[in-house]
């Protein structure tokens, strides 16, 4: 079965601070690889993907990824935190179903807190 | 700008109601889907969607149902609903994969469902 883990229920962070939200994988085949973002009482919000190419991919907000391969990693990272960063993060990857379909599986999320 | 919209942010329905929550989306997505997000358990996968009168069940299917008439429009049906379907509710489309392109899900607001 095709999944992630995030292993952080919260991570805690100074603003200014650089910060890491880590995730594993577990597929068959190619990965592919996104991370999310909620804030409180709203959808998620889509942030950076790996697909395939360089493994350190950057998205919105000034947040960047780094695909590990050999550690089955896909860890999200910022240099400098802001207190608006705060928020819950989940990693997810495109699972393939029983119907062929692709669908997207999620962790269990890592609450982000920011503290100024 | 692309969306994805659910009828109601918030519900409060009586146990044993049928209840109906609506989505739609504007970007011609053939995949659809329903999670419900619980307190450190993440997202949990309903039901999707991967053409019109198409639906596969996902990881907590029981006690739910879904329609899909056209394709813009998803809904999910909670046939007599119980306490322990409080929860919000989020719907997602997303275009097949292929290439790599627009992979990612869009999500709509959420519907935070309580059941009295």
């Known amino acids: 079965a095709q999944s992630v883990a995030q292993p952080e229920d919260q991570v805690n962070v100074a603003e200014g601070n650089p910060l890491t939200v880590k995730c594993t994988y577990s597929?068959?085949?190619?990965?592919?690889l996104f991370w999310y973002v909620q804030y409180p009482n709203r959808g998620l919000q889509f942030l950076l993907k790996?697909?395939?190419?360089?493994?350190l991919v950057k998205g919105s907000y000034g947040f960047e990824a780094e695909f590990n391969k050999s550690q089955t990693s896909f860890h999200l990272k910022k240099p400098s935190a802001l207190v608006s960063d705060s928020a819950l993060y989940f990693c997810a990857v495109r699972a393939l179903a029983s119907g062929g379909s692709y669908i997207p599986t999620f962790g269990r999320g890592t609450s982000l807190i920011v503290h100024p | 700008d692309v969306k994805v919209t659910q009828s109601s942010r918030y519900l409060v329905k009586r146990t044993g109601e049928k209840v109906f929550l609506e989505c739609v989306q504007d970007m011609d997505h053939e995949n659809m889907f329903w999670y419900r997000q619980d307190p450190g358990l993440g997202l949990r996968l309903i039901y999707f969607?991967?053409?019109?009168?198409?639906?596969e069940k996902g990881d907590i299917p029981e006690g739910y149902s879904v329609s899909r008439e056209k394709k813009e429009r998803f809904s999910l049906i909670l046939e007599s609903a119980s306490t322990n379907q409080t929860s919000m509710y989020l719907c997602a489309s997303s275009r097949p994969t292929a290439g790599g392109k627009d992979t990612e899900a869009f999500f709509g607001q959420g519907t935070r469902l309580t059941v009295v």
């Open positions: 969607s991967y053409d019109v009168k198409m639906k």
């Open positions: 790996y697909i395939t190419g360089d493994n």
């Open positions: 597929v068959s085949g190619n990965p592919y």
